[in-house]
């Protein structure tokens, strides 16, 4: 596949993290602006965890999760959680 658009210029994308790259954990934020707590509840989402699992899990009310939820959908341009899910798995992981 070419990335070269027509009239032969070429287009490359590089990307310089700031911070070491630990898999998905900081790539969410750095390109989507999300908060530490916003990330990993879009992570958890993209496991399979519905709103009381999460909640227990980082020990918080529902109510924060459904927050978060609700900043993670905004920030992503998601229109529900398995948009969310679809956005996270395109996420390189380190293998």
């Known amino acids: 596949m070419s990335l070269r658009p027509p009239g032969g210029r070429a287009l ?6 700031r911070e070491p790259d630990h898999g998905p954990s900081g790539f969410l934020r750095r390109c989507f602006h999300l908060s530490e707590a916003e ?19 980082r020990q918080v009310s529902r ?15 998601a229109r529900n959680r398995g948009d969310v899910v679809r956005i996270v798995s395109q996420v390189p992981r380190k293998g």
């Open 63 to 77: 109510n924060t999760i459904r927050n978060q939820i609700q900043s993670v959908l905004t920030k992503l341009g």
């Open 12 to 17: 490359a994308l590089v990307i310089a993290p």
């Open 39 to 57: 990330e990993e509840v879009a992570l958890c989402l993209a496991d399979g965890l519905d709103t009381e699992e999460i909640a227990s899990l």
